[in-house]
């Protein structure tokens, strides 16, 4: 089982209003049109720690 924390697809996307978010920057998700099918997790406020443990199941690298 693949973790986002430990993949190298996972990033962090600062936002000003403090709730920061990780996306997932594979190729097979970045060709997703909606951007929030790529979303991975919002954080608390401030924070940029990734608050899931797992990789969601429309993981393209899951099931390789």
């Known amino acids: 089982m693949t973790k986002c924390a430990d993949c190298n697809n996972c990033k ?3 936002q000003t209003n403090g709730v920061n978010r990780f ?3 594979h ?3 970045a060709a997703s049109v909606n951007a ?6 919002k954080t608390e406020r ?6 899931v443990k797992t ?3 429309w993981c393209p ?3 390789q």
């Open 23 to 25: 996306y997932c920057s």
């Open 55 to 57: 990789s969601p199941r």
């Open 61 to 63: 690298i899951k099931y």
């Open 36 to 41: 929030s099918a790529r979303l991975i997790a």
């Open 46 to 51: 401030h924070s940029k720690e990734l608050p």
């Open 12 to 14: 962090l996307v600062e």
């Open 27 to 29: 190729p097979t998700a």
